[in-house]
T-cell receptor, first 112, second 115 residues
């Protein structure tokens, strides 16, 4: 059974620092991995999608890497801002149509 | 970009009543939609996969008679919580994708409180 773990559970950094969020999964047979952002009481916003054949994806200040063989993904957020404060979830897709297994998330607070 | 609309955003109901939650894909057709449940400070747990024109596939431990899912069209799926109880109080989120291996887009969720 696929298990997804995110470390740390919570993270607080001063504005301007780079953020490093880790995600690990137990079964390397994935279709893709997706990083999401969730604001309190809200739904999820898709940040980056990495296909199983890719090593990384970038969007603006965000960069996500994927090492499928070791079951790891890392989300980097450069030059953090208070608006980056949210919970970040990673999820792996176990089939081609999107059945996702989520990690518990990392709660990020960026202080001004 | 792709948008998924979920309604209502909040609902309070009394024990024993039923509540319907709608999930619509606004600018794309979604053959498959997913329903998740999230408890406070926990991750999303997949409840069921909703396929247009056929019966939903429920995850282990999810009562199909309690959580009725209907996917009547390519843009609409509904989740009905029947005979709701306080333990059904939770945050319910739907998601949809346009095609295989494209990003999943999520609704804003529905906060259900059963009194």
């Amino acid at each position: 059974k696929q298990e997804v773990t995110q470390i740390p559970a919570a993270l607080s950094v001063p504005e301007g620092e780079n953020l490093v969020l880790n995600c690990s999964f137990t079964d390397s047979a994935i279709y893709n991995l997706q990083w999401f952002r969730q604001d309190p009481g809200k739904g999820l916003t898709s940040l980056l999608l990495i296909q199983s054949s890719q090593r990384e994806q970038t969007s603006g200040r965000l960069n996500a890497s994927l090492d499928k063989s070791s079951g790891r993904s890392t989300l980097y957020i450069a030059a953090s801002q208070p608006g980056d404060s949210a919970t970040y979830l990673c999820a792996v897709s176990t089939d081609s149509w999107g059945k996702l297994q989520f990690g518990a998330g990392t709660q990020v607070v960026v202080t001004p | 970009g792709a948008v998924v609309s979920q309604h209502p955003s909040r609902v309070i109901c009394k024990s024993g009543t039923s509540v319907k939650i709608e999930c619509r894909s606004l600018d794309f057709q979604a053959t498959t939609m997913f329903w998740y449940r999230q408890f406070p400070k926990q991750s999303l747990m997949l409840m069921a996969t909703s396929n247009e024109g056929s019966k939903a596939t429920y995850e282990q431990g999810v009562e199909k008679d309690k959580f009725l899912i209907n996917h009547a069209s390519l843009t609409l799926s509904t989740l009905t919580v029947t005979s709701a109880h306080p333990e059904d109080s939770s945050f319910y989120i739907c998601s949809a994708r346009e095609q295989s291996n494209s990003p999943l887009h999520f609704g804003n969720g529905t906060r259900l409180t059963v009194t």
